[in-house]
């Protein structure tokens, strides 16, 4: 059986700096994509997309995952999403439904943080639907970006990002309404504890 890993306290750790230094790039990101600067967008974009996997990896094999880490890299990716969203919202490339949408299932989740905190409990693990519905939309919105450019690449662009875009949406919806039957079984095994006290 393998044994699982230790989560450490340590805020000054390899993957941490890596995830802080994305946070960083989040204002850049937005910048670049309001002014219409896409090439760069795109730069920056995959510059975090390949932070978002290394952190992960380096804080598995260096063992230096800690809470705060934890915290910091969906925290990013969320970043990343709304901001691009909200950018191309703002040029048109995507309707506001979707924006409304995305940022509908990560408003639903902050109602349950305090919900849980009452109980005793930090924010939910990341699970895997959750990861591959973020993931689905990180490729979705280069390819979006991408769709802009005239031609037989921005039309193949447009066609895939949307696809990302579709699974995207629909598999952080199931991951969100997960965490919310993930924590109605905490919440309802915290008072039947509290019951049978």
Known sequence: MQQEREVGSEVWTVPNLISMLRLALVPVFAVLIVSGHDVWALVVLAVSGFTDWLDGVLARRLDQVSRLGQLLDPAADRLFIFVTLVGLAWRGVVPLWVLAVIVARDVMLACLVPLLARYGYGPL?????????????????????LAEV?????????????????????????????????????????????GAA
Do not use: C, D, I, M
């Not at 639907?129 to 939309?137: E, H, M, P, R």
């Not at 193949?156 to 924590?183: D, I, K, M």
């Open 125 to 145: 693990q990341v699970n895997l639907v959750g990861k591959a519905g973020t993931f689905s939309l990180l490729y979705a919105f280069p390819l979006l970006l």
């Open 150 to 194: 005239p031609g037989a690449v921005g039309a193949v662009a447009h066609v895939v990002g949307w696809a990302f875009t579709w699974w995207g949406v629909g598999l952080y919806w199931l991951a969100g309404l997960q965490y919310v039957a993930q924590t109605r079984r905490l919440v309802l095994a915290e008072r039947g504890t509290a």
